[in-house]
């Protein structure tokens, strides 16, 4: 019997920058947002592969487009900005 995890049955979270593709499924279980969110972010730049009818996602890819598109809400801007004060 092979215990060992299958490409469908893997976390996406839990694995390391590797050589597999992210389904659409597994990149929206990595975000824990909806599949329907992931097409949105497709068409605002969310890099994907397409392969015939397919659609694939590099895992660094996702990871650097949430760094470079990652933004901070007004709550954490006003609380960075009464820290900055407070230590001046």
Do not use: C
Not at 34 to 58: C, D, H, M, W
């Amino acid at each position: 019997m092979n215990n060992s995890p299958t490409a469908s049955t893997a976390d996406p979270a839990e694995s390391p920058a590797s050589d597999t593709l992210w389904t659409t499924d597994e990149v929206a279980d990595f975000l824990r947002v909806s599949i329907k969110t992931v097409f949105n972010l497709r068409k605002t730049g969310l890099p994907y592969l397409q392969l015939g009818g397919a659609v694939r996602f590099e895992p660094q890819e996702v990871r650097a487009y949430l760094l470079k598109n990652r933004h901070l809400t007004s709550h954490r801007l006003r609380q960075n900005a009464r820290l900055r004060a407070k230590s001046s």
